[in-house]
Nanobody, 126 residues
Framework: QVTLVESGGGSVQAGGSLRLSCAAS?????????MAWFRQAPGKEREVGAT???????NYADSVKGRFTISKDNAKNTLYLQMNSLKPEDTAMYYC???????????????????WGQGTQVTVSS
């Protein structure tokens, strides 16, 4: 069983910053998982924003590259997403996701995850 619990969402003005956290627990160490942040805006499909593999390698969607940073603290079993220079189009529900069966995440377009958190809302006003 894997449990993912997000926190840190909220409302912010354009140009502001937020940091999301995801507390993870499971039957294997989080350090061995592929982990990701997804988001889903109203009326749109869920999309992957960033991934981090068990070795700490990261990958970002073009829409967030240069503004968002994914990181993790294995000792705390916590995944983070630092979001800077936020735009109104970043408004969405943000989800933490994990694949505890793979160390590598692979390409964003082929990403498969098995577990999801409940989501945390991020709202950016202009």
């Amino acid at each position: 069983q894997v449990t993912l619990v997000e926190s840190g969402g909220g409302s912010v003005q354009a140009g502001g910053s937020l940091r999301l956290s995801c507390a993870a627990s499971g039957y294997t160490p989080m350090s061995t998982w592929c982990m990701a942040w997804f988001r889903q805006a109203p009326g749109k499909e869920r999309e992957v924003g960033a991934t981090i593999d068990s070795y700490g390698s990261t990958n970002y969607a073009d829409s967030v590259k240069g503004r968002f940073t994914i990181s993790k603290d294995n000792a705390k079993n916590t995944l983070y997403l630092q979001m800077n220079s936020l735009k109104p189009e970043d408004t969405a529900m943000y989800y933490c996701a994990a694949d505890p069966f793979r160390r590598y995440c692979g390409s964003l377009s082929a990403l498969i995850v098995n577990y999801w958190g409940q989501g945390t809302q991020v709202t950016v006003s202009s």
